[in-house]
């Protein structure tokens, strides 16, 4: 988000950065959704140069996440390189700073669990919704590609 410089403090658009964020939420959800049925997809609100700009996504199966980490790894977003790598983390909710969930985390944005900046569970949903619809399109196209193909095969014996 952008916002304006007054010295050595920025301004920032509250409104326009949570627009923002939930604008690369979707875009996100949706790429990975393309390799698989998501379980979770976490975006860490930490400052701490161990935290800052992660993001944890967990598959329904290895494999899709295997697909997905070497394909997206060295990709660009927004002019960002991205490095994607498999998290030792297997229980997000472990890993969550609950002070932070119940707005009492003393140690701000450089706590060492994880602030999950928050996610209406109505847009989760339709992505959720979205996305499947999207792989049961995509399974009808491949049914009928492999049906026209068996046409042809058959109509050249």
């Known amino acids: 988000s952008e916002g304006k410089s007054t010295g050595d403090h920025v301004d ?4 326009q950065a949570r627009e923002d964020f939930l604008v690369f939420f979707e875009d996100f959800f949706e790429e990975l959704s393309k390799f698989g049925r998501l379980e ?14 992660h993001v944890y996504a967990k598959f329904s199966d290895e494999e899709e996440a295997a697909d997905a980490l070497n394909i997206l790894n060295g990709r660009y977003y927004d002019g960002r390189r991205m490095e994607v790598e498999f ?4 229980d997000f909710r ?18 060492n669990f994880m602030h999950i900046k928050p996610v209406p569970m109505c847009l989760i949903r ?7 619809e999207e792989r049961r399109r995509e399974e009808m196209e491949r049914l ?3 049906r026209k193909e068996r046409r042809r095969k058959e109509r050249k014996r």
């Open 94 to 111: 472990e890993a969550r700073c609950r002070d932070f969930d119940e707005d009492t985390c003393r140690r701000g944005g450089f706590c």
């Open 87 to 90: 998290s030792p983390v297997t």
């Open 126 to 132: 339709d992505m959720e919704v979205y996305a499947e």
């Open 12 to 15: 920032i658009d509250e409104a």
């Open 144 to 146: 009928e590609r492999e």
């Open 40 to 53: 979770a997809l976490h975006v860490c609100d930490n400052l701490g140069d161990h935290m800052i700009g």
